[in-house]
């Protein structure tokens, strides 16, 4: 075994736990080995669309039909196009098998789904911490907002966050960046919100967006969010948070960091005499030629479901049924966040007001629901994310008058959907395929997740609700609806390797430890106890971090 194939921290997966992980771990001076499975992507050089002007795309960032007929699955993800198609996977080349419909979205390079995620970044309060123990649809989190907050602020620093205070107990206040600034409309809708319904609080929202760039940004080498609305392409201005534009070049600086391209994970090898995990084998993704590499720690940041299966397949004497595996709920209690329901109307007056840039962000409504005490029929909650503009207008014919009518902006028009927690459950699992491979000879995974009556009831309950609220505000017009996506197109899939106080019942301790393999951490959506009603990544970000400090002070002790 060459020094080329040894380091002292491994890092599967570089998406943004990924990535967290990598800048933590080399910042406190481990060499450290990235593995992605997909092709090398660099800031800047590596974004090919994004400058050009929508008359420049072949289809006008539509896809061909032939396209959409061969990949119906990942051309319904949000924000696929024309112009960001080059960071998602094709359909054919990456199978899985569901048992129940479920919709995996996947982009495979370096950067992982950073490149093309959504951006909000609400802190989880303590309710999410503690509720799901309390109203007896979930076990007990090991760990306390409390507890967290302080890695929050770590990530939001360095990550760039905006917001504002608004001193909310369900959605706690970070430390951000100022805030997109709301519309004439938006600044109504809140205003209304407000007076008529006391419990409820619009808000500006909380964006991974550099609004102003502080010195630690400038020093990454990115730059003030210039409000484009291009972020999926690819940002030159560093303006959004990624892995590649961040965290993975702050990583290299240290001069620590090896990251190794096109390096489909096989399994985690474990070492029977010494009792724990001692490296990771690879399948080169071009060569099919299988290659291991050896470390003290090994941090799985696959994202939830290639980590799940990278566990469940990495199996010895030990550990037959998959790493650390004892307790049997590898791949159990799987869950997702609801986006079914959403709503829309018109709004009457401010003609003469309109506004300035393509703002990334939405606005957000904090959960309400079941916060103290149950008080619906179902348990969960959900936050909202919503918005006003002005589109075209109702203009019909042809020529310079039709033209003309085309140049000036129609009424104004709000929308808001949900974002609604879900119940882990054991029925809800992901598996290897008994016989069924890919082409490295890894098992396909089997996806077997579903809806349930609980989320059925969160559903009605937000349309419903919401529908009377923007009546009683003045919005005219409203239209509810239920798009009935399969779970995991909303992309926030958690579970399978979840952390908990309790070996017999969880697979992490509270400092995302395997139980029965302290040097494997787990710190991507698999990890998650519970799914909160509020945007996840932020939180992944914090227990990377703080998972990288409490495994370098054990390696330090001797203890990993």
């Known amino acids: 075994m060459g020094n080329d194939h040894l380091y002292d921290a491994i890092v599967i997966g570089s998406g943004i736990s990924g990535g967290w992980a990598a800048k933590e771990l080399c910042e406190q001076g481990l060499k450290t080995l990235v593995l992605e499975r997909g092709r090398n992507v660099v800031h800047l050089k590596d974004y090919p669309t994004a400058t050009m002007a929508p008359w420049e795309f072949p289809h006008r960032k539509e896809m ?12 319904t993800a949000a924000g696929f196009g024309e112009d960001t198609a080059h960071f998602f996977i094709r359909d054919k080349d990456h199978p899985y098998v569901q048992e129940k419909p479920f919709d995996w979205i996947r982009g495979y390079q370096v950067g992982g789904k950073s490149l093309i995620w959504g951006r909000a970044c609400p802190r989880w309060s303590h309710y999410e911490f503690t509720n799901p123990a309390k109203f007896g649809y979930g076990i007990e989190w090991p760990i306390t907002y409390d507890e967290i907050a302080p890695w929050y602020s770590h990530v939001e620093r360095f990550s760039g966050i905006c917001g504002n205070k608004d001193g909310l107990e369900s959605m706690p206040d970070g430390d951000y960046l100022p805030a997109f600034e709301m519309n004439c409309v938006e600044k109504d809708l809140q205003a209304k919100i407000r007076r008529h319904y ?3 609080y619009m808000i500006a929202g909380r964006w991974a967006q550099l609004t102003k760039a502080e010195p630690i940004h400038l020093q990454q080498g990115r730059s003030q969010c210039q409000a484009r609305d291009m972020c999926m392409r690819g940002c030159p201005f560093g303006g959004y948070f990624s892995s590649v534009s961040s965290t993975l070049p702050w990583a290299a600086k240290t001069g620590n960091l090896t990251v190794r391209p096109f390096s489909v994970v096989h399994s985690v090898i474990y070492d029977e005499e010494k009792g724990r995990a001692t490296g990771v084998r690879i399948i080169d993704t071009n060569t099919h030629q299988a290659t291991e590499y050896f470390a003290k720690v090994i941090f799985v940041n696959g994202s939830a479901l290639n980590s799940n299966l990278i566990l ?7 550990f037959p049924n998959g790493l650390g595996n004892d307790s049997g709920l590898l791949g159990k209690y799987v869950a997702f966040q609801n986006y079914r329901g959403s709503l829309g109307g018109t709004v009457d007056g401010f003609l003469d007001k309109y506004y300035y840039g393509r703002r990334p962000s939405e606005c957000m409504m904090a959960n309400f629901r079941n916060l103290k005490k149950q ?22 014919g042809i020529g310079g008058e039709y033209k003309a009518a085309m140049g000036e902006p129609g009424g104004w ?6 974002q609604g927690e879900t119940i882990p459950k054991e029925s809800n699992t992901v598996s290897l395929h008994p016989t069924e491979k890919d ?27 919401s529908a009377e609220m923007l009546d009683t505000i003045g919005v005219k017009n409203i239209t509810t609806h239920d798009n009935h996506w ?15 106080k309790d070996p017999k019942t969880s697979l992490l301790n509270k400092y995302n430890q395997l139980h029965e393999c302290k040097n494997v951490f787990v710190t991507d959506g698999a990890c998650m106890t519970s799914t909160g009603n509020q945007s996840p990544s932020i939180l992944y970000m914090a227990f990377t971090a703080r998972a990288v400090t409490h495994a370098v002070g054990e390696l330090k002790k001797g203890n990993l």
């Open 413 to 418: 028009t709000m929308y808001m959907y949900m």
């Open 312 to 318: 469940l397949h990495s199996q010895s004497k030990r």
């Open 486 to 500: 399969a779970p995991g197109r909303d992309i926030h899939e958690m579970g399978g390797c979840r952390m908990g």
């Open 64 to 75: 061909p039909r032939k396209f959409v007929d061969e990949n119906p699955l990942i051309t």
């Open 198 to 200: 006391p419990d409820r």
């Open 375 to 396: 008080d619906t029929d179902f348990v969960g909650g959900y936050m909202a994310f919503m918005g006003a503009s002005r589109g075209t207008p109702d203009a019909e």
């Open 439 to 465: 082409q490295w000879g890894i098992p396909l995974l089997v996806t077997k997740v579903d809806y349930d009556d609980n989320d059925e009831k969160l559903l009605r309950d937000f349309l419903t609700t």
